[in-house]
Nanobody
């Protein structure tokens, strides 16, 4: 079955960086777009970034210019490099297979202190 596992979350101060990783197994990773979403307490889950099989990318407006999504097909891994973090980036970050729908991971907590 498909398994999606995120890692790399933590507690950082505003202005610092974090890199999240997501390993997907049980599917042909090379043929799957991958997406990152986030959900803050009391808010809806929102798109952060997504990447096609050809490494074209799409970003949510609030993270453009600060976050970068990339993929390593040899490792079945997608990354989210997060720079210039802000307290409003605090959320649980979820990885998902696919561009518009797919399998979800359980999430990793990112907390940014002021």
């Amino acid at each position: 079955q498909v398994r999606v596992v995120e890692s790399g979350g933590g507690l950082v101060q505003a202005g610092q960086s974090l890199r999240l990783s997501c390993v997907a197994s049980g599917l042909n990773f090379n043929l799957s777009a991958m997406s990152w979403y986030r959900q803050a307490p009391g808010q809806q889950r929102e798109l952060v970034a997504r990447i096609t099989t050809g490494s074209s990318t799409d970003y949510g407006d609030s993270v453009k210019g600060r976050f970068t999504i990339s993929r390593d097909n040899a490792k079945n891994t997608v990354y989210l490099q997060m720079n210039s973090l802000k307290p409003e980036d605090t959320a649980v970050y979820y990885c998902r297979t696919g561009w518009a729908t797919g399998y979800w991971g359980h999430g990793t907590q990112v907390t940014v202190s002021a």
